[in-house]
């Protein structure tokens, strides 16, 4: 489980920058999933 937490901590980090570089066109999608991410390291972070 602490992998999967940092995996996860590692593809929020990385979404984070296409949203910075704006290398993804679809902003609402793009939000959905970091939501989406942020979430499940809750759910983790709790079950650890």
Known sequence: MKICLKELRDSFINLRILKGANLIKDFEFLEKILKENDELISIF????
Not at 45 to 48: A, D, K, L, P
Request: no cysteine.
């Open 45 to 48: 972070v709790v079950s650890i």
